[in-house]
Structure formats: structure tokens, C-alpha cells
Nanobody, 123 residues
Framework: QVQLVESGGGLVQAGGSLRLSCVAS????????MGWYRQAPGKQRELVAITITGGNTDYADSVKGRFTISRDNAKNTVYLQMNSLKPDDTGVYTC?????????????????WGQGTQVTVSS
């Protein structure tokens, strides 16, 4: 079993900053990718940022230049630094990880999700 726990959400004025954290724990052999998704009211969930083993990252066009994703492999933690926040960034931000774990006979890879953290940007 793998658990993802997010923290760092909250209420901030437009132009402000927040830093989200997501810690993975449990039966982990390796973490292949970690990312952040968000879902605004009435909208579909969208990928905000992702980082894969080796350090490559990718961002939604709407956040490029404002958000930075980073990862601490020793702590099984991924961060999302969000600067110059806009009201359109409001939503529930959820951590996602592609994790491999060992069983007695094989390596199993699966996707885990956190519970989500609310980010609200006021105008």
C-alpha cells in the first residue's frame, strides 16, 4: 500500500505565492513519476506539472513561467512552488505518483493519488 499526503494549500490574494508538498509513504521500491493535477469547480481535472525520473519536467501552458515542480528523492516528496497566482488557479490540487513496489515474486507498478488540497486565489 502507498499513501500520498498533500499539504500547503490555502487562501491567497492574486499575485501571491504558495508551496504545495506531497509525501509518499508505504511499500515503495521506486517512484517513476510524480505530478500535480488540479480541478476547478465545474471543470475537468487537468495536469498542472509533472516530473519523471531523471529530472525531466513538463507543465501546463497556463502555468509555465509561474509554477515550478521539484522533487526530493530521499524524502519521497514532490513540491509545487506557485508564484504570481491568479484567480484561475483556484481549485483542488491533487498529487499523483507512479510507484513500483516489490512483491515476493515480482515488481508491481501502479498509480496512487492523494486526497487533494484546496487552493483559493482571491482577486
Amino acid at each position: 500500500q502507498v499513501q500520498l499526503v498533500e499539504s500547503g494549500g490555502g487562501l491567497v490574494q492574486a499575485g501571491g505565492s504558495l508551496r504545495l508538498s506531497c509525501v509518499a509513504s508505504g511499500s515503495i521500491f521506486s517512484i517513476n513519476a510524480m505530478g500535480w493535477y488540479r480541478q476547478a469547480p465545474g471543470k475537468q481535472r487537468e495536469l498542472v506539472a509533472i516530473t519523471i525520473t531523471g529530472g525531466n519536467t513538463d507543465y501546463a501552458d497556463s502555468v509555465k513561467g509561474r509554477f515550478t515542480i521539484s522533487r526530493d528523492n530521499a524524502k519521497n516528496t514532490v513540491y509545487l512552488q506557485m508564484n504570481s497566482l491568479k484567480p484561475d488557479d483556484t481549485g483542488v490540487y491533487t498529487c499523483n505518483a507512479d510507484i513500483s513496489r516489490k512483491t515476493p515474486t515480482m515488481t508491481v507498478t501502479g498509480t496512487s493519488w492523494g486526497q487533494g488540497t484546496q487552493v483559493t486565489v482571491s482577486s
